[in-house]
């Protein structure tokens, strides 16, 4: 397979890799890794590119730091080029509007089951009588011709409609994504207020049973007592509570 010039490379449908791919390589990953932790550079965090590109690195490693987000410009797809910047191109002024802006979910699938029918239609005629009527002058247009316009208007419309929603659909998505976070956060609360009530009954019943305070209270007044056995009795009393909790709440 020969080789695409640098020119040609950029400009394919299907591009060869980039030249810099070579740097990615586990020796020059280390050494980056390296610099970060001499730096006190964080490994994942949203300034990380930024204080990588602030240091004066080798050229085999300037490849391995993301670059700056392009603000201006073109960009390749597929050998076609798109403004950076680029806002939603208008409708084809040749395709007449067939849908009512903003367009919603059930326009969409209007014209999705109209691009169907036609898809039908077409191919009923192609297998039928693809030709022009008989009789019709020279210069009328086939039957196939006509329908194959109506696919086309109908494709142009839906590209033209689903770009027009996608801001819709993000403000959607979003607001789906809130209120998923809410859910958890309410499910998180109501788990962590049960656990509290249950800690609290556990600890009401403890202080019911006998034996635990009343030692307690025995030994305070008996100045016999050594403080290590008081100790003792404590730690048996913490001890004890300890047990029912891991018991009670597992």
């Given at each position: 397979m020969t080789e695409q010039q640098p020119g040609s490379s950029v400009s394919a449908a299907f591009p060869a890799p980039p030249p810099f791919y070579k740097d990615f390589t586990e020796e020059n990953l280390e050494r980056l890794k390296q610099i970060k932790e001499e730096h006190?550079?964080?490994?994942?965090s949203a300034n990380t590119a930024a204080l990588l590109r602030?240091?004066?690195?080798p050229k085999e490693l300037q490849n391995l730091v993301p670059p700056r987000p392009p603000t201006s410009g073109k960009y390749r797809v597929f050998g076609e080029e798109?403004?950076?910047?680029?806002?939603?191109?208008?409708l084809h002024p040749e395709t007449p509007q067939l849908y009512s802006s903003p367009p919603t979910p059930a326009a969409?699938?209007?014209?999705?089951?109209?691009?169907?029918?036609?898809f039908l239609e077409l191919t009923q005629i192609l297998a039928t009588n693809p030709g022009p009527p008989p009789g019709a002058p020279p210069e009328t247009p086939a039957a196939w011709a006509t329908k194959?316009?109506?696919?086309?208007?109908l494709f142009r419309n839906i590209h033209q409609a689903v770009n027009e929603y996608r801001p819709f659909q993000a403000r959607e998505s979003l607001i789906e994504l809130l209120e998923e976070q809410i859910r958890r956060s309410r499910e998180e609360v109501k788990g962590v207020k049960e656990l509290r009530e249950k800690v609290e009954g556990v600890l009401g019943n403890l202080e019911k049973k006998p034996g635990i305070n009343e030692s307690?209270?025995?030994?305070?007044?008996?100045?016999?007592?050594k403080l290590k056995q008081v100790m003792d009795e404590k730690f048996?009393?913490?001890?004890?509570?300890?047990?029912v909790l891991e018991r009670e709440l597992g």
């Open positions: 006190s550079i964080p490994e994942e602030s240091l004066d690195l798109h403004d950076i910047n680029a806002s939603i191109p208008p969409l699938l209007i014209l999705i089951r109209s691009l169907m029918l036609n194959w316009d109506d696919l086309r208007d307690r209270e025995i030994s305070d007044g008996n100045t016999g007592i048996d009393d913490e001890k004890m509570v300890w047990e």
